[in-house]
T-cell receptor
Framework: GAVVSQHPSRVICKSGTSVKIECRSLDFQATTMFWYRQFPKQSLMLMATSNEGSKATYEQGVEKDKFLINHASLTLSTLTVTSAHPEDSSFYIC????????????FGPGTRLTVL | AQSVTQLGSHVSVSEGALVLLRCNYSSSVPPYLFWYVQYPNQGLQLLLKYTTGATLVKGINGFEAEFKKSETSFHLTKPSAHMSDAAEYFCAVIWGGSNYKLTFGKGTLLTVNP
């Protein structure tokens, strides 16, 4: 139980294009999902908290118009990187909080984004 | 400011030796504490967590950690390292009132030498 998937696992795109990353909780409902960014050999930095049916809450310094988050259902959140640039290249990881296990987050396998 | 500190960005041990990865937090109020492991190009897997109750917590793969309030620490240990333990380890906390947001330490890369 408590499996979180991400799609795609790897994506390469041209500068200026937009990329959508999906995060799904496969066997539980998640009212809250989190999006992290991880640079090589560094820790995870929280970008935003995604709440089902409401607007995401962004961390300080994260551009909400660049990183669009939609949490339309209890099992799906999406992160869209708009007008991507090479500096957006990173490893993006989502996590989902199981309503039944409030203190634990389950992580997806991550998405490697490379912007050329 | 509240923070999570992992001493040692890189720890190297021999196979069969004791593994000790250090984690300290700065807060007068104990947070919820977690240890995660990350293998290359993968997401995070929970090793163990402390919320309440017994301060010695046992996790998966033979790891355990002890919450010491007086030392504001939550060090991760394993009696005997295995080659498969080589990975990045992250200590993380959920502060009270943070709406369940995890704050991560900078991570410790564990290498295991044959």
């Amino acid at each position: 139980g408590a499996v979180v998937s991400q799609h795609p696992s790897r994506v390469i795109c041209k500068s200026g294009t937009s990329v959508k990353i999906e995060c799904r909780s496969l066997d539980f409902q998640a009212t809250t999902m989190f999006w992290y960014r991880q640079f090589p050999k560094q820790s995870l930095m929280l970008m935003a908290t995604s709440n089902e049916g409401s607007k995401a809450t962004y961390e300080q310094g994260v551009e909400k118009d660049k990183f669009l988050i939609n949490h339309a259902s209890l099992t799906l959140s999406t992160l869209t990187v708009t007008s991507a640039h090479p500096e957006d290249s990173s490893f993006y990881i989502c996590s989902a909080r199981d309503q039944g296990r409030t203190n634990e987050q389950f992580f997806g396998p991550g998405t490697r984004l490379t912007v050329l | 400011a509240q923070s999570v500190t992992q001493l040692g960005s890189h720890v190297s041990v021999s196979e069969g030796a004791l593994v000790l990865l250090r984690c300290n937090y700065s807060s007068s109020v104990p947070p919820y504490l977690f240890w995660y492991v990350q293998y290359p190009n993968q997401g995070l897997q929970l090793l163990l967590k402390y919320t309440t109750g017994a301060t010695l917590v046992k996790g998966i793969n033979g790891f355990e950690a002890e919450f010491k309030k007086s030392e504001t620490s939550f060090h991760l240990t394993k009696p005997s390292a295995h080659m498969s333990d080589a990975a990045e380890y992250f200590c993380a906390v959920i502060w009270g009132g943070s709406n369940y947001k995890l704050t991560f330490g900078k991570g410790t890369l564990l290498t295991v030498n044959p």
